[in-house]
């Protein structure tokens, strides 16, 4: 069974670097048809994503964040992270990491789903 | 921020069937898939439907999936009270190359 975990400081000043781990257990992080994803959640509000990484280092970004982000990948590690710069109140929110299975079907074509997400950490922005 | 249009809210008595709706465009809903992803209060996300239309196993057969041009829909049938949850839409956008999540749809079950 994989499991994901969140791990990193739950309070950033604003103007700093908020800087995320999320280490899986249960597989490999280089094996199968995954990549691997941040996405946050306000309190009350609704899911964001934030971004994604295959092993192979290749990323995607959310347009709006695309400036202050950068995620990496230690597979040696089993990790992969995430950075978030120049943090301000808006920020606050749950952090989650999440694997995403990419499959393919004759009908439908290419296909991918969060198919395991990790508890989430409440990231807090304030001086 | 969310691409993906769904109801604020959604209710009904135990045993009824509650229908969410998701709207969206060519760039994510009209030519990709749609998941739906159930949110228990206080927990992470929890994938409902994925493809459109497929459960993963465990999932109860009475929720169902379907997609119609730029819109999509998720069905509850036989709604019980462990079904209090929010709901969230998600396809992937080609326009803006990533994810997007719907704003989500709380039921209730009166």
């Known amino acids: 069974q994989v499991q994901l975990q969140e791990s990193g400081p739950g309070l950033v000043k604003p103007s700093q670097t908020l800087s995320l781990t999320c280490t899986v257990s249960?597989?490999?992080?280089?094996?199968?048809?995954?990549?691997w994803s941040w996405i946050r959640q306000p309190a009350g509000k609704g899911l964001e994503w934030i971004g994604r990484?295959?092993?192979?280092?290749?990323?995607n970004y959310n347009p709006s964040l695309k400036s202050r982000v950068t995620i990496s990948v230690d597979t040696s590690k089993n990790q992969f992270s995430l950075k978030l710069s120049s943090v301000t109140a808006a920020d606050t929110a749950v952090y989650y990491c999440?694997?995403?299975?990419?499959?393919?079907?004759?009908?439908?074509?290419?296909?991918?789903?969060?198919?395991?997400w990790g508890q989430g950490t409440l990231v807090t922005v304030s001086s | 921020q969310s691409v993906l249009t769904q109801p604020p809210s959604a209710s009904g008595t135990p045993g009824q069937r509650v229908p969410i709706s998701c709207s969206g465009s060519?760039?994510?809903?009209?030519?990709?898939?749609v998941n739906w992803y159930q949110q228990l209060p206080g927990t992470a996300p929890k994938l409902l439907i994925y493809?459109?239309?497929q459960r993963p196993s465990g999932v109860p057969d009475r929720f169902s999936g379907s997609k119609s041009g730029t819109s999509a829909s998720l069905a509850i049938s036989g709604l019980q009270s462990e079904d209090e949850a929010d709901y969230y839409c998600?396809?992937?956008?080609?326009?803006?190359?990533?994810?997007?999540f719907g704003t989500g749809t709380k039921v209730t079950v009166l």
């Open positions: 999440a694997r995403a299975r990419r499959s393919y079907d004759i009908l439908t074509g290419y296909y991918n789903y969060f198919d395991y």
């Open positions: 493809s459109n239309n």
């Open positions: 060519s760039s994510n809903i009209g030519s990709n898939t």
């Open positions: 998600a396809a992937w956008d080609d326009s803006l190359n990533g994810h997007v």
């Open positions: 990484i295959y092993t192979s280092g290749s990323t």
């Open positions: 249960g597989g490999s992080i280089s094996s199968g048809s995954y990549y």
